[in-house]
Structures are given as structure tokens and as C-alpha cells.
């Protein structure tokens, strides 16, 4: 766990790789001799799809929308419990009598 002593930082970083990645490769299961299905590149399927523009908008746009809709809801949920808890705690409204 702890680096040898008289290794640098750098030398001890890139020993714990080294360990980790002989560690995956024993672990991983042995290499078929099966040949690879063929694949077109990525820049090929993308030419013979055709995109429509509604969809190129969606794609684009869907995950900074949800992302914002998430981030929005739980700040507005967050806040209303707050304002609860502390609204339950102010002696001011009245509501908190005195024992």
C-alpha cells in the first residue's frame, strides 16, 4: 500500500499503474481468434444517415434541457424546505408558543 521508500512521487504513481493495469490484463479474459465483425468508421454511418432536423435539435439540446429542468426542481425544492424549517422556527409568527 505505502511506496517503497527512495521512490518519488511520480515513480510511485506510475509503479501503482502499472500494478493496476498487469492486475485488469490477468483478469480479462483471453483474446478470441474470431476475426472482427466489419464495422463502417463513424464519419461513414453518419453520411448514409440521414438526419433529420428535428432530431439534430433534440440530440443537441435534450441533455442541457434536462439537466437544467433537474437543477431547477431541486433547487426550488430545496429552498421551500428551507424556508419551512425556518418558518416552523421563528418565534415571531406566533405560531411557537412560549412553555
Known amino acids: 500500500m505505502f511506496p517503497k521508500p527512495g521512490l518519488t512521487r ?7 499503474r502499472a500494478a493496476r493495469a498487469s492486475r485488469i490484463r490477468m483478469l480479462s479474459a483471453p483474446h ?8 463502417q468508421p463513424q464519419a461513414e454511418q453518419t453520411q448514409t444517415q440521414t438526419l433529420l432536423p428535428h ?3 433534440y440530440r443537441q439540446f435534450s441533455k442541457p ?3 437544467i429542468c433537474l437543477l431547477s426542481i431541486g433547487t426550488y425544492y430545496l429552498l421551500h424546505g ?5 418558518d416552523d422556527n421563528d418565534p ?8
Not at 511520480?10 to 501503482?16: K, M, N, Y
Open 65 to 67: 434541457f434536462a439537466k
Open 55 to 57: 432530431s439534430v435539435f
Open 32 to 39: 478470441s481468434k474470431k476475426p472482427m465483425p466489419d464495422h
Open 82 to 86: 428551507l424556508w419551512q424549517v425556518l
Open 10 to 16: 511520480t515513480q510511485a504513481l506510475q509503479l501503482g
Open 92 to 99: 415571531e409568527s406566533g405560531l411557537v408558543e412560549k412553555v
